[in-house]
């Protein structure tokens, strides 16, 4: 415990000692140099918050922006990568193929390399066994149409104007469909909000196998006058069809479509 | 027991205070008069609890800057300024003891010991003027603020009250288990 000092008849102060040390203006001074630093005034919290907050909500949007704009970007980035894979992939298998060709005691080894590609020349299966057997028991090789075409890709606009998301040529999604509908001018189309940006194309003309990826929602010329010639119709696979919604800018994927041409 | 009159105040006067208050808080400059009026009383209340005459002027000051910094938060409760500044310079001693910048001291004169033997029925000579000064030093802090304030300063207890921020009565009470304690301590 503290000891307490006590002091017996200390010396009274006089009124006039004390009262002569007063110091008003020190005082005054002190309060002055003491007086609150303007971060805690509440004059400094208005405006101070109001640009935090506007801040605040720029981060925020921008965040938005940039995460929307990434999306579309990667999902861009992934449908050009898939198409880059599958047109290497038909060219690896052309490449194969011309070597079997010229190579005929080789075919055997050679189609078991076609085997070993398939997982990632097609994301649908059965249709690629069904290729394999044609590859087998046709040498001739498969032709590769990249119709990549700027002027076809910007003219694209969608006709139909119901908003479902079903892919279809003149309204066929999946079966039967006449010729002169299958490579009529209005190509893929989906809904108005939806513009249908590349699809892959499998199908056997009778005389050529086409594997491709096509930019556009058209079915190329090339493959439509094959198909007018030859006058075999089998069934013709689209798959991957990427269409990039109008008003946002996401690209999406839609069903793929199987068609019977007749 | 005489108590001391200068806290005392009418109504009158604690109005005549208001007003001063009031434009002291508009302007920082008419704090003089406040400061004039109870410089000597806040002194006092703090030289009496240490023996460093200049640190009592400090603190002194001190407490007129806390006072004008935090005038804006000052209420009127019915009762005079002083009891607020008195509250200030009691934090500001405390805090002055906390730092080990001046030293708890307790400043009788003889006249008060005199008082407080005759109030124990004792004779008054010199042992037991010795012996109640030990006594003194011995008491709990409270009970030494209740005696220091009640015997020495000769404050009345509605004055005590409104320093301590408790009721008259509660201060009564309290002055008088104070000095229970002290002369217990006395008579052993």
């Not at chain 1, 415990?1 to 017996?8: A, H, Q």
């Not at chain 1, 005691?105 to 299966?125: F, G, H, M, Q, R």
Request: glycine share 4%; aromatic share 8%; with cysteine.
């Amino acid at each position: 415990m503290e000891k307490i000092k006590t002091i017996l008849d200390r010396e009274k102060l006089s009124s006039s000692y004390v009262n002569s040390k007063q110091d008003f203006k020190s005082v005054k001074e002190s309060v002055n140099f003491l007086k609150k630093p303007l971060w805690k005034s509440p004059l400094f919290y208005g405006p101070v918050g109001l640009a935090g907050i506007a801040l605040g909500v720029t981060i925020v949007n921008l965040d938005s922006v940039d995460e929307a704009s990434i999306n579309q970007f990667e999902e861009i980035k992934i449908a050009e990568h898939k198409s880059e894979v599958d047109l290497n992939n038909s060219v690896h298998l052309n490449q194969i193929l011309n070597e079997s060709k010229s190579k005929p005691e080789e075919l055997a080894p050679s189609s078991k390399k076609e085997t070993k590609v398939s997982p990632v020349i097609n994301d649908k299966k059965t249709s690629f066994k069904k290729e394999i057997s044609i590859v087998e028991s046709n040498p001739q090789p498969r032709r590769i149409i990249n119709a990549i075409d700027d002027d076809q890709y910007k003219s694209l606009t969608p006709v139909n104007t119901s908003k479902n998301m079903m892919p279809n040529i003149a309204g066929v999604f999946t079966g039967d469909i006449p010729f002169g509908k299958l490579c009529s001018d209005e190509g893929i189309v989906c809904n108005s909000s939806l513009k249908v940006v590349s699809f892959h194309l499998e199908c056997d003309t009778g005389r050529d196998q086409y594997g491709a990826t096509i930019k556009g929602n058209k079915i190329p010329l090339e493959i439509c006058e094959d198909l007018n010639a030859s006058n075999n119709f089998s069934t013709i696979f689209i798959t991957q069809i990427r269409a990039e919604d109008i008003s946002t800018g996401k690209i999406h994927t839609l069903s793929s479509m199987s068609l019977n041409p007749k | 027991m005489t108590v001391n009159p200068m806290y005392h105040q009418t109504n009158t006067r604690l109005e005549e205070e208001q007003v001063l208050i009031r434009e002291a808080k508009k302007d920082p400059e008419r704090f003089g008069p406040l400061y004039s009026k109870y410089y000597e009383q806040i002194f006092r209340y703090i030289y009496q609890r240490m023996d460093d005459q200049e640190l009592a002027f400090d603190i002194t000051s001190q407490v007129f800057i806390k006072a004008m910094k935090n005038l804006h938060k000052y209420e009127y409760r019915g009762v005079p300024f002083s009891s607020w500044l008195y509250r200030i310079a009691k934090s500001e001693l405390y805090q002055a003891y906390r730092d080990r910048k001046a030293r708890k001291t307790i400043n009788v004169e003889s006249m008060h010991l005199f008082e407080m033997i005759e109030e124990f029925e004792e004779n008054d000579n010199s042992l037991n003027k010795k012996k109640l000064f030990q006594c003194l030093s011995l008491l709990k802090d409270a009970d030494l603020q209740m005696i220091e304030m009640r015997y020495f300063e000769k404050r009345s207890y509605k004055e005590i009250g409104e320093i301590l921020e408790i009721s008259e009565n509660n201060a009564k009470v309290r002055s008088f288990r104070a000095l229970e304690r002290l002369k217990k301590l006395f008579m052993k």
